[in-house]
């Protein structure tokens, strides 16, 4: 459960928190979105002051039937928050979520970003493998079927746990066999997935510990939340932080989330029971 990120490792055998900065005028949850220079600074020196350890900063909208934006101006986006954030924050851990691999490799080479957060797992860029192990960065590879604007329609499977877990392993097998061997998994929550697939790959979320792989998990104020409590992704944060729990109950090494603090508290009360049981 170590990666090599840059020149130093990262160990997940202790949970981790990644921070969502949200570079978009459209993301699900209203309260994520910020644009101008002073909101990114603010909304990450809050972040960073709360213990994030991973920063994840995403300029295209992933959430259902959101717009599809051109590669320059997903680029114009990240570029101006990655310089703002990596002037003054140089030691922090960075991802860029983009599925497009030109994307991938003008930030790693411009702004020393070290993860690339992957919401295709490859599949809306036939070179995004090639890219990544030419790279040599970290990968998050994730589960979807289609496309944000096409993923709701696509949500019928025999089995969702183990389609979700062979689809993961056969491409983890793959980079593997390209030399790339930091990999994180995610299962894909609200991607291409009923509330109550959200929830079975949530209640079998240990058998993904057989891919061998850091387990990334990211249900912050999410769909299947909102819908099973009746409320707002703004009124989401309980049910967010339950989830979480029963995330790490079930093998995540990270959460990737928009409130940083209570994700921390959530960690270190799974921890405090754990210690308590070990006793």
């Given at each position: ?267 270190a009360i799974f921890e405090a029971v754990n210690d308590v049981m070990m006793c």
């Amino acid at each position: 459960m170590v990666i090599k990120y840059a020149d130093r490792l990262i160990d997940f055998s202790q949970p981790r928190v990644m921070g969502i900065v949200n570079v978009t005028p459209d993301s699900f949850y209203s309260e994520s979105r910020v644009r101008e220079a002073k909101s990114i600074l603010k909304r990450v020196e809050t972040m960073v002051a709360e213990g994030v350890d991973i920063l994840d900063i995403g300029a295209y909208s992933s959430r259902p039937m959101a717009e599809d934006i051109s590669e320059q101006e997903e680029l114009r986006r990240l570029s101006e928050a990655l310089k703002i954030i990596v002037k003054h924050f140089p030691d922090l851990p960075l991802s860029v979520d983009t599925f497009r691999a030109p994307v991938a490799s003008f930030v790693v080479k411009n702004f020393g970003v070290g993860i690339i957060n992957d919401i295709s797992g490859g599949t809306l860029d036939n070179s995004m493998f090639e890219t990544i192990a030419d790279l040599g960065v970290v990968y998050i590879l994730m589960h979807i079927k289609g496309t944000p604007q096409t993923m709701q329609q696509l949500c019928e499977y025999q089995n969702v746990v183990e389609e979700v877990i062979h689809f993961l392993q056969k491409r983890v097998q793959q980079l593997h066999l390209m030399g790339v061997n930091d990999v994180i998994i995610d299962p894909g929550f609200g991607f291409a997935k009923t509330t109550e697939q959200n929830f079975a790959l949530l209640k079998n979320l240990n058998l993904f510990s057989s891919i061998q792989a850091p387990l990334l998990v990211g249900v912050s104020r999410k769909s299947m939340i909102c819908k099973t409590l009746g409320v707002k992704p703004e009124e989401a944060l309980n049910g967010t932080t339950a989830v979480h729990y029963a995330a790490l109950a079930g093998g995540a090494n990270i959460l990737r989330v928009h409130d940083v603090k209570e994700a921390k508290q959530t960690i270190a009360i799974f921890e405090a029971v754990n210690d308590v049981m070990m006793c």
